[in-house]
């Protein structure tokens, strides 16, 4: 008899958590898991890389009467308590303000999976009736803004708790968001094959002539740290280099972005793409593939540059140094702007320099398709 499982994600838009997954879903054995899915926001644009076999479930629906009353209480609340010097997650907030609206899930399940932390995570806790419980993190949370006091009791109530990588993993124990003993790694999914094929897909690039091309993936919001592109931005400027830079991704911190290039007068150097259905024709026609984010979990952008080959000059966030090795396969900066303009100046440099990255990440495997998925398969078989 199959074992039931269901997933739990709040959308299936662009972001980390949702291409692991629909990275993750199409190498599960269906022959052994009855595989379903509830999406608490539909719509997302990966919704369209699901795998037949996967059942979606609506999510359940509340009272709208209840709806309305609990989307303003969290409306005043967000408001007010930073006013009061009071500091919460958004998630944690919303929970607190809706959690007593929302139904039980329907239906019992071997196994529920709440594949994001935050809304997900506390509705697989308190929500969803099942005999395991695994949770997946693929985000600093304190330096997200999450406090342990609140997300510790939930994360107690999973079996196993899923950091994306070996940093995660220590930064979650010593936030004291969840114990060592319940902590497993779980690197997200990487798809080369597929990533290459996409990258190949028709594509042109509007680019000035004679102009290196940098690149910077992911969701226009804090946690990437574009403040700090475009202060590098300037500085590259101002000694001269004749460059393109690449923003692909949208998000909350758009306006902030333009306005950041509008004064700093970047007009000619910045361009700010838009999200991207397909952001891999970028990379390969990339020079310099630049990360500037102040965390990530995982930093998946990374493996992908890594699969198509590119050069890449990386901030130092802790998990950056599970896949990049200074020197070897990138380069790694402090996160100031002197420091990551200098690094990709020794790029341009010194071209014997970018060759040899190129030439090691053309020698590195990604096995993360048959490693990530042999500990997946073990969890959904663990007794």
Known sequence: MKRSVLFIIDSLGCGGAEKSLVSLLPLLDYSRF????????????????????????????????????????????????????????????????KSAIYPAFPGKYDIAIAYQQGFPTYYVAKKIHAERKLAWINVDMEKAGYRSSYNSPFYKQFFRICAVSNALRDRLVSTGFA?????????????????????????????????????????????????????????????????????????????????????????????????????????????????????????????EAKALHKPIVTTDFPAAFDQIKDGLNGLIAPMNPDALAERILSLVQNPSLTERLIQNTKQEQNHTMETEYAKVNRLLVEN
Do not use: M
């Open 34 to 97: 009855e595989i379903s899915l509830s999406i608490i926001r539909r719509g997302g644009y990966f919704e369209r890389f699901l795998p037949g076999e996967v059942h979606l479930i609506s999510f359940p629906s509340s009272p709208r009467i209840s709806v309305f009353f609990a989307n303003g209480l969290f409306s005043i609340l967000r408001r007010l308590l930073p006013l009061l010097g009071i500091k919460r997650h958004g998630a944690e907030l919303l929970w607190n303000c």
């Open 179 to 303: 114990s060592k003993e319940r902590l497993l790694v779980v690197k997200d999914t990487v798809n080369v094959g597929l990533i290459r094929k996409l990258a190949s897909a028709p594509f042109h690039l509007n680019a000035p002539s004679g102009r290196l091309k940098l690149l910077t993936v992911g969701r226009l919001s804090a946690p990437k740290n574009y403040p700090l592109a475009i202060e590098t931005a300037k500085l590259l400027s101002e000694k001269g280099l004749a460059f393109i830079w690449y923003f692909v991704g949208e998000g909350e911190s758009r306006k902030e972005i333009e306005t950041l290039v509008s004064r700093n007068r970047l007009q000619d150097h910045i361009v700010l793409v838009g999200f991207q259905p397909n952001p891999y024709p970028y990379f390969l026609h990339c020079d310099i593939y630049v990360q500037t984010s102040a965390f990530e979990g995982f930093g998946l952008t990374l493996s």
